[in-house]
Each structure stands twice: as C-alpha cells, then as structure tokens.
C-alpha cells in the first residue's frame, strides 16, 4: 500500500504534545489590537491545546503524528 499523506495546512500549523493532545498557535492576534482588551492579549500569548472535538478533526489529516 502507498503511504498516506500528510494534509500541508496541519503540518505546518499544528504539533503534538508527549500526551498526544494537538497544540496549535492562539486564533485572534494578527490584527485589530487596539480594539480588544488587556486581558484579552494576554490571555492569548503562546500556544494553546486544541478541544476532543477539534482533534477529532485534525488527527485524520495528520496519520504519522505520534
């Protein structure tokens, strides 16, 4: 059998952790800063882990990620 392939958009967007949970870059801060809160921005630092709903859509895309 030939291999699957790896969807692009996820392998450059999203990683996985050591427990397998899907980590992607926080949604909301490439524009438009000036209108949302404090609070907001820094909530939204760094990276954060993806819902069970949402991985359930990613894992498929991704077959070789561990």
């Avoid at 030939?2 to 870059?25: D, E, H, N, Q, V």
């Avoid at 209108?35 to 859509?57: N, P, V």
Wanted: aromatic share 4%; charged share 35%.
């Amino acid at each position: 059998m030939p291999k699957m392939k790896t969807k692009s958009s996820c392998k450059k967007r999203f990683s996985l952790t050591a427990t397998g949970r899907i980590k992607a870059g926080q949604a909301g801060k490439r524009h438009g800063m000036i209108k949302r809160t404090k609070k907001f921005i820094r909530d939204a630092r760094g990276t954060t882990i993806l819902s069970k709903q949402d991985e359930g859509i990613l894992k498929p895309m991704m077959p070789y990620a561990r």
